[in-house]
């Protein structure tokens, strides 16, 4: 019989990668700062038969950032989502029982069914409501894949909207976030709370001025994240490059992550993925994030601490984050030529460059700071175990 958890999160496999793994490591890491011991239960994306026994997996991924330790449990196939986490579920809630204290940390709330089914109190932090990320994700998914999502969505939304309503706290990771969370479950927002996603701000550090500034003679328009994803719509900024050096002859975009696929236009190089997104990103005269939806768009907070401005579409959580910093600029839509505008007016004015990076850098110490976390975590983890 397996000793009892200090405290179980129930989440998804850590290998999922993108913004879940960063949120997901800073939310783990300030637990161990706080003198707890989480422990993550997920089941293995791997497809497995339902009969073998969990695995323990230390450090799923070798980064050393990432400071996960939990168990895994094997999946059905991957096309049965909603059995899956049903299954799940049921095999993890003893587990779950029997801790000291019990989170749901996922990018969406059906992952955190165990939670629910334990009957034991507990606090949610998700990232996005499903219907949000689906409305996203469905128009590009292939035709088998659509099928399988109109198979699982409504045992998946039902699920969702339990898991939450079950929670003694939910909290969300954006305004944005918790918009989709109280729509999803029925709730007030201001029954939804917020945990800021902390930024590391010690390797996210803005290069020297005359440093950055001398790189501005031939910027660099950066986008950070799996290019290949359609939610993350890359396709747009490549659209808009051509006017882009049209006007800025010497401008060039680096893909940082997951290239597309095919061909990459002239005046873009793809880096795949890279030890440090922080080094990455430093000498980039502004991010492009061109998404079309976000619970919060981690990649824009940590070049803001970087000290590169931001130019991001209305997709939820950037689009709140630029606005609140006052470091960058928001598009109304899609346009390929408005974006190239943007960009092109942007980099025309380095002095109101300057001005954009000092302010994106003042307001991720002040408002994404690890301290911050900590200190709102301590109280949630107060509150929930009644302390």
Same mark, same amino acid.
């Given at each position: ?21 960063s949120f997901a490591a800073a939310w783990w890491r300030a637990a161990r700062e706080l003198g707890r011991d989480p422990h993550l239960l997920y089941l293995s994306r791997a497809a ?41 579920? /049921?095999?993890? !809630? #003893?587990?779950? =029982? @029997? ?7 996922? +990018?969406?709330?059906? $992952? *955190? ?36 999502? /109109?198979?699982? !969505? #409504?045992?998946? =939304? @039902? ?7 079950? +929670?003694?706290?939910? $909290? *969300? ?53 799996? +290019? ?160």
């Amino acid at each position: 019989m397996p000793q009892p958890l200090d405290v179980a999160v129930v989440g998804q496999d850590p290998r999922f990668g993108g913004g879940f793994r960063s949120f997901a490591a800073a939310w783990w890491r300030a637990a161990r700062e706080l003198g707890r011991d989480p422990h993550l239960l997920y089941l293995s994306r791997a497809a497995a038969t339902s009969l073998l026994p969990p695995r323990v997996a230390v450090r799923p991924r070798a980064e050393a950032q990432e400071p996960f330790r939990g168990t895994a449990f094997p999946s059905l196939l991957p096309e049965l989502d909603a059995a899956n986490q049903l299954a799940g579920g /049921a095999r993890m !809630a #003893p587990r779950v =029982r @029997a801790a000291r204290s019990a989170w749901v940390v996922a +990018a969406s709330a059906p $992952y *955190g069914y165990a939670a629910l089914r334990s009957g034991r109190p507990y606090a949610c932090w998700i990232a996005t409501g499903l219907d949000s990320e689906w409305a996203a994700r469905a128009p590009y998914l292939s035709a088998s894949r659509r099928a399988a999502l /109109a198979l699982n !969505a #409504p045992v998946l =939304r @039902a699920l969702e909207r339990r898991v939450l309503l079950g +929670a003694r706290r939910v $909290y *969300g990771i954006s305004p944005a976030s918790r918009a989709t969370l109280a729509d999803a479950a029925g709730l007030p927002e201001e029954r939804v709370g917020l945990l800021p996603v902390p930024i590391d701000l010690d390797a996210f550090r803005p290069l020297p001025e005359e440093t950055w500034r001398s790189g501005l003679e031939r910027p660099v328009l950066a986008f950070v994240g799996r +290019a290949a994803d359609p939610r993350k719509n890359v396709r747009l900024l490549l659209e808009a490059l051509p006017a882009i050096r049209a006007a800025v002859p010497r401008a060039t975009v680096r893909l940082v992550g997951e290239p597309p696929g095919g061909p990459l236009p002239e005046g873009v190089t793809a880096t795949g993925p890279v030890p440090s997104v922080a080094d990455a990103l430093a000498d980039a005269a502004l991010l492009v994030l061109p998404s079309r939806q976000e619970g919060f768009g981690i990649v824009v907070a940590e070049a803001l601490a970087a000290g590169v401005p931001a130019l991001v579409t209305p997709s939820g959580g950037p689009e709140e984050l630029v606005r609140a910093s006052g470091a960058g600029r928001v598009l109304s839509g899609f346009d390929p030529e408005e974006l190239a505008a943007a960009a092109t007016e942007l980099l025309a004015d380095h002095d109101a460059l300057l001005r954009l990076r000092a302010a994106g850098r003042a307001h991720v110490e002040r408002e994404h700071s690890p301290a911050r976390l900590r200190e709102l975590l301590a109280d949630a983890f107060a509150d929930l175990d009644g302390r």
